[in-house]
């Protein structure tokens, strides 16, 4: 919520001047479809997210050692994630990442502002908290 308030601190000139675009400013706080279609839309997260923790949890029970190369396997995955499946939602992945910044959205006196869109949000909470699921149990079951 403090990294949403400072962007609209520092954009808020922009905002104010971009005013006859709220869809544009709403996509600075939150994830939208590219186009809604819900059953997609929420599938599209639940993949993401599957295939995001998946993959880690793999890395953590192997045997290789990733020594400097610390966290870059992971920050590769999420950007392959979001290249591959990002285009359909934006792909949150987790809730923290659309949650948070869409109730400050929602709060903050932004020029022009439409609506924080709340009839989509439960697909970026949701979505990735069954993705989440579905890989711990798969991954149980099979390990």
């Known amino acids: 919520m403090l990294g949403a308030f400072l962007v609209w601190l520092l954009y808020k000139d922009h905002f104010d001047e ?3 675009e709220p869809h544009s400013q709403l996509a600075c706080f939150s994830t ?3 186009i809604k279609n819900t059953p997609l839309n929420f599938f599209s997260e639940v993949l993401g997210t599957f295939v995001l923790l998946y993959v880690a949890m793999s890395f953590q029970g192997s045997a290789v050692n990733l020594g400097s190369t610390g966290r870059w396997p992971i920050t590769t995955l999420i950007w392959a994630i979001g290249l591959s499946l990002g285009g ?3 792909y949150a992945i987790n809730p923290a990442r659309d949650l948070d910044p869409r109730i400050m959205h ?5 020029k022009g502002k439409s609506s924080s869109n709340w009839s989509y949000a439960w697909i970026p909470i949701i979505g990735p908290v069954t993705g989440a699921l579905i ?3 798969i991954f149980n079951l099979l390990h």
Do not use: D, F, M, Y
């Open 135 to 137: 890989s711990i149990l």
């Open 106 to 110: 929602a709060i903050l006196p932004i």
């Open 32 to 34: 939208s479809p590219s």
């Open 88 to 90: 359909t939602t934006g």
């Open 18 to 20: 971009t005013s006859a």
